[in-house]
Every structure is written in structure tokens, then in C-alpha cells.
Nanobody, 125 residues
Framework: QVQLVESGGGLVQPGGSLRLSCAVS????????IAWFRQAPGKKREAVAC???????YYLDSVQGRFTISRDNAKNTVELTMNSLKPEDTGVYYC???????????????????WGQGTQVTVSS
């Protein structure tokens, strides 16, 4: 049974930092591209960052330079380090897995076979 479990969300002030973690089980992590998506109330789910099987990374323009995605295949985890957080970063953050991954399609929700349940991130003073 494949499971992706997110943790690390919470309430943070603007300018603050959070580190999200995605614990993966039931699949060979090294075969999967892993992405983080987020969804704010009333908005579509959007791709925030992705790390491919060969460790290339991709980011949403608005988080480039502030967010960093990393993976540890030995520990079956993927992390998203978020710095200089803004109120517009608020939302439920999901991790998702795509077998092998496709560079052009990394922002497409339909590319991902497995999803976690999400963790809430709220950026507010």
C-alpha cells in the first residue's frame, strides 16, 4: 500500500520559515518524481516545486529563490524548505508522486499517481 504523509505545516508570520516533510512508503522513491502542490480556499491546486528522479528541480516562479525541494531516497522522504513566507503562500500543501516524472508535465495534477492528505500552512500576522 502506497502512502505519502505530509507533516510540518503550521501558522507562521510573514517573513518566517517552515520545513515540510513528505514520508513515502510502499514504493521505490528513487523511481518517482515528487512534487509539492498547494491549494488555497476557492482556488485551483497549483504546483509549487518538483524534484525529478535525477535530482533536477523545478519551481513555481513566485517561490523561486525562497523555496527549496530536496529528497533523501535512503530515508524515503522529500522536504520542502520554505523561507521568506508571504500571506499568499497560505494553503493546504500536498506531496505527490509520479513514476519516472516528465519535465514538461510537472505542473499537471493528472500526471501524479499518488497523493498525500495535505498539511495546512497559514502565513499571517
Amino acid at each position: 500500500q502506497v502512502q505519502l504523509v505530509e507533516s510540518g505545516g503550521g501558522l507562521v508570520q510573514p517573513g518566517g520559515s517552515l520545513r515540510l516533510s513528505c514520508a513515502v512508503s510502499g514504493l521505490r522513491l528513487e523511481y518517482y518524481a515528487i512534487a509539492w502542490f498547494r491549494q488555497a480556499p476557492g482556488k485551483k491546486r497549483e504546483a509549487v516545486a518538483c524534484i525529478m528522479t535525477y535530482d533536477d528541480t523545478y519551481y513555481l516562479d513566485s517561490v523561486q529563490g525562497r523555496f527549496t525541494i530536496s529528497r533523501d531516497n535512503a530515508k524515503n522522504t522529500v522536504e520542502l524548505t520554505m523561507n521568506s513566507l508571504k500571506p499568499e503562500d497560505t494553503g493546504v500543501y500536498y506531496c505527490a508522486a509520479d513514476l519516472w516524472g516528465t519535465t514538461p508535465g510537472w505542473t499537471n495534477v493528472d500526471e501524479y499517481e499518488y497523493w498525500g492528505q495535505g498539511t495546512q500552512v497559514t502565513v499571517s500576522s
